[in-house]
């Protein structure tokens, strides 16, 4: 059932922006509690052999509160949420100085990123975080992210990295999302407990027969488990990300997917990370809000170009950074739908204005773009009604 794959097919090698997240039993070593660092360098050398292929790379690494309750010789056994809480403070610390250590002897910025459920729950954090990461890469910077274990309660939080891993990848709009495990893969059944499991290579689509496979074929270390995983999975998925289960534990994870087609279990997105979000955008049931462009600005999106505020007439109906608003012909025609990158109030000061001018105005160097051409829709019909949007 498993047929190794060339590296050309494969979704890790042709992606833009990859996500790799690696979890606590492969990054500690179960007897002695410290960071495993031989493989753990053999990770990091396959994350800069992507970038050196022009492939942007954000690493997304528990182990805090498994470093941390070494260091604090805290007892075997589930621990109370204090206690992991002060052991990911020590362990986030002790993560840290090891990737900077192992990325910047190879010349790579690296960046700590820690994140809680409601930076990816609250449009406004999300948008943040979203803008932070975006930064960073194009900075140049390598982003390690974990969740924010210390402040974050058993109410708010993510509390296994898998999902927190799906929520980055979306948010990155990564293509492709590689979770390096302690299991190969999704199988049928667990295979420690039924020899007939077999082994899913490829899954198209999460049928419920799919998550009940998740919810059975359960990995016996770490907060994650199967479960988990479909479900991150189901996020990344329908975010036009590809994901992949692969086991972790061999050195050279990452290459391994590659080059000597291991075996792990590929989700497959029916849509590119742009399609899906422009999916999502055209699917908004209520705009909060329209703004009416001139014939030039028009021209300029029928071409692929970006709103930008210059081709902006008005503006009508109450928005925020991040809501979906309508893209009106002069006519009242409504063209197409984007996410806005001002508040309906920012956007009335700046309309009919240059980008340049738009820090002198605000007080502050927001985007260029009103609705930059990634976060826009164009119906390709033609529109005969009009519409009376957010009024
Ligand atoms: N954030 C946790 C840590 O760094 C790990 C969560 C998980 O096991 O997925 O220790």
Not at 79 to 102: C, N
Not at 109 to 136: G, P
Not at 234 to 247: D, L, Q, T
Request: aromatic fraction near 4%.
């Amino acid at each position: 059932m498993t047929i190794p794959r060339a590296p050309s097919s494969s979704p890790l090698a042709r992606a833009r922006r990859v996500v790799v997240k690696v979890g606590s039993a492969l990054l500690t070593d179960a007897e002695t509690g410290r960071i495993n660092r031989a493989w753990l360098e053999t990770l990091i050398e396959d994350l800069l052999r992507l970038r050196r292929r022009g492939q942007q790379v954000i690493l997304v690494s528990s182990g805090a509160i498994a470093l941390g309750r070494r260091q604090l010789s805290l007892a075997k056994g589930p621990l109370r949420l204090e206690e992991s809480q002060a052991a990911a403070a020590v362990g986030q610390i002790r993560l840290a100085h090891a990737y900077k250590e192992l990325l910047e002897s190879r010349d790579v910025t690296v960046a700590q990123v820690l994140l809680t459920l409601e930076d990816s729950e609250r449009r406004h954090r999300y948008l943040n975080a979203r803008a932070t990461l975006e930064t960073l890469l194009a900075l140049g910077a390598l982003p390690v992210i974990n969740e924010n274990d210390t402040v974050a309660t058993a109410e708010i939080r993510y509390g296994d990295n898998d999902r927190l891993a799906a929520r980055v990848a979306q948010m990155a709009a990564a293509d492709c999302l590689v979770l390096l495990s302690d299991v190969d893969g999704l199988y049928t059944a667990d295979p420690n407990k039924d020899p007939a499991a077999s082994f899913i290579e490829e899954v198209l689509k999460i049928t419920p027969e799919i998550e009940a496979m998740g919810g059975r074929a359960a990995s016996d270390v770490g907060s994650g488990g199967m479960a988990t995983k479909v479900l991150a999975a189901r996020i990344a998925v329908s975010a036009g990300c590809h994901m992949c289960i692969a086991a972790g534990h061999h050195r050279h994870p990452v290459r391994r997917i590659e080059e000597e087609g291991a075996r792990c279990t590929w989700f497959v997105p029916s849509a590119t990370p742009v399609a899906a979000r422009k999916q999502w955008i055209a699917g908004t049931l209520r705009p909060a809000g329209a703004v009416t462009i001139d014939p030039g600005a028009m021209r300029a999106l029928l071409d692929g170009r970006s709103l930008l505020p210059a081709g902006v007439i008005s503006a009508r109906g109450r928005f925020e950074r991040g809501d979906t608003v309508s893209v009106l012909a002069t006519d009242g025609t409504e063209m197409g739908r984007g996410i806005v990158a001002y508040s309906d109030v920012d956007a009335a000061k700046i309309m009919g204005r240059k980008s340049s001018d738009i820090e002198s105005i605000l007080g502050f160097r927001g985007r260029d773009e009103m609705i930059h051409r990634d976060d826009l829709v164009l119906f390709d019909h033609e529109p005969a009604v009009k519409k009376s949007v957010g009024s």
